[in-house]
């Protein structure tokens, strides 16, 4: 599947719905939540129903064919309760390898999210660029070919991140994970060339990572652009959307697929982000 494809460029817009769109925000865990909060600026109108399939986070410690096969049931779980109109998987890990599949099984448009390859390097000037991922993503040959596809004279350099997504997870949860810890993972994204170039631009390619931006800023050795794709994703998601009535929508609500209590601190940022609504579909993984 082309590169474009798999981002969802070139699918056909919904037809007129007469209501508000369902729009299902997918990701492994609460990364999709920054993918989340521009699709609701954007369609201010949809009926969101975010789904974290929490019992199988991470993501990226999945090995391949277990990842697409977890990936493809408990969308069928969601699919069947929720029968949205429109599905964003906002998880890099998850896009970069289960979208075939997920388009394969369900008459629904999707959205996927991959690493922003192209605006990084149209962002650098040193020509040294870094895409942060979790090590899923970055085993992907997907990831492989949008780096052939759009480095052009920049070069990439492709940092697996074995514990970030957890990091986020842990400080949404009210557990604040140290700078040194913090450090570690980030460090080998910053490039020092002989000629003394330095990397100037981080794509950050899993969704979870930009929850973190403020950690990174304090702990990187000089500054840098971080690239969030979440504004790009909301634009395409807007693209086949399309003209949908605005004044119906249902609040937003929260998915689960664990049984692992909220913590306070979890509870108050979800409801920050309007999601006070919370509910559970459990599904352990097997
Ligand atoms: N948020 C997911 C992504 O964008 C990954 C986190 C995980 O490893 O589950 O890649």
Not at 3 to 13: F, I, K, M, S
Not at 44 to 54: E, H, K, N
Not at 138 to 150: L, Q, Y
Not at 220 to 238: E, G, L
Request: proline share 9%.
């Amino acid at each position: 599947m082309g590169v474009d494809l798999l981002a969802g460029l070139g699918l056909a817009p919904l037809p007129p719905l007469g209501r508000a769109p369902r729009v299902l925000v997918f990701d492994s865990g609460l990364g999709g939540l920054t993918v989340l909060a521009e699709l609701v600026k954007a369609i201010p109108g949809a009926d969101f129903v975010y789904a974290a399939d929490d019992a199988g986070f991470p993501y990226g410690a999945l090995d391949d064919q277990r990842l697409v096969a977890r990936v493809v049931a408990v969308m069928e779980r969601l699919v069947a309760r929720e029968v949205p109109d429109l599905v964003v998987v906002a998880c890099n890990t998850a896009s970069t390898l289960a979208l075939p599949a997920l388009r394969a099984r369900f008459a629904l448009p999707f959205v996927g999210t991959v690493p922003a390859v192209k605006p990084a390097v149209a962002a650098s000037i040193t020509g040294l660029v870094t895409v942060l991922a979790t090590p899923g993503t970055v085993r992907r040959e997907h990831t492989r070919a949008m780096i052939d596809a759009f480095a052009g004279k920049a070069e990439v350099t492709l940092v697996g991140a074995p514990n970030l997504a957890a990091y986020a997870e842990a400080e949404l949860r009210g557990a604040p994970v140290d700078d040194a810890l913090m450090n570690a993972e980030i460090a080998p994204c910053f490039v020092e060339r002989r000629d003394g170039a330095r990397t100037d631009v981080v794509a950050l390619a899993c969704t979870h990572f930009p929850l973190l931006t403020r950690r990174f800023e304090a702990v990187a050795p000089w500054p840098v652009t971080w690239i969030d794709p979440a504004p790009a994703i909301a634009r395409r998601a807007v693209a086949l959307v399309g003209e949908q009535p605005a004044d119906l929508a249902a609040p937003s609500r929260a998915l689960f697929t664990s049984e692992r209590p909220l913590p306070p601190p979890l509870a108050l940022a979800l409801s920050a982000r309007g999601l006070a609504q919370v509910e559970r579909e459990h599904f352990p993984l097997r």
